[in-house]
């Protein structure tokens, strides 16, 4: 999407936000960071409180876990699972997850650096093309492109092609086949696909 994101980590319990500072000693930095952070596949951190007392719900792909935490050194502690984790403010290199940085503006100004002029775009994280891709590099990337003196190119996604079509047919008709060979409800078939049952 347009602009700039801020992620979050939930297994590390990173909070990841740009241009955090202390600029009122009678509030911590901490209170700015109240909100929620939404990550990958439906996790995400919520931040709730203040004056440096928090109540922190982590949503990962297990459910939803709810702890206490406090304002310290410019970061928020808190107890999980035996262990003392902490949030701090930092950007998608400092959290050591290279999916979050760098971003595709500065790779691609990296690129013409060094003097680059036609790039690829293969966003290989998404099987079928939606938003993210129609703008983010359709439109987007391809102004930074133009702007940089940079052609772009972009991968075709699978879409509906035959190849996915078929790969996903066969799973389904596996799962189904032992579906049908014992009683079986509808949980058991998402396992059999690798979801996670609703």
Known sequence: MKGRRQSLVTPIALLVLAGCNDRDAAEPATDKWLGQWNGPEGTFLRLEGGKGRYTITIQDLDGARIYQGNSAGGQIHFDRNGATES???TDGVGTGMKWLGPDLRSTMEALAARRRKHVVLAPIGFLADHVE???DLDIE??????????????????????GLVRALETVARRVLARSAAKD???DDIYRGLGLQPA
């Open 133 to 135: 891709i129609l703008y």
């Open 87 to 89: 949030i701090r403010a």
């Open 184 to 186: 079986v409800d509808a």
């Open 141 to 162: 990337a391809k102004a930074w492109g133009e702007e940089l003196g940079i052609v772009t190119y972009r991968s075709a996604s699978l879409n509906a092609g035959n």
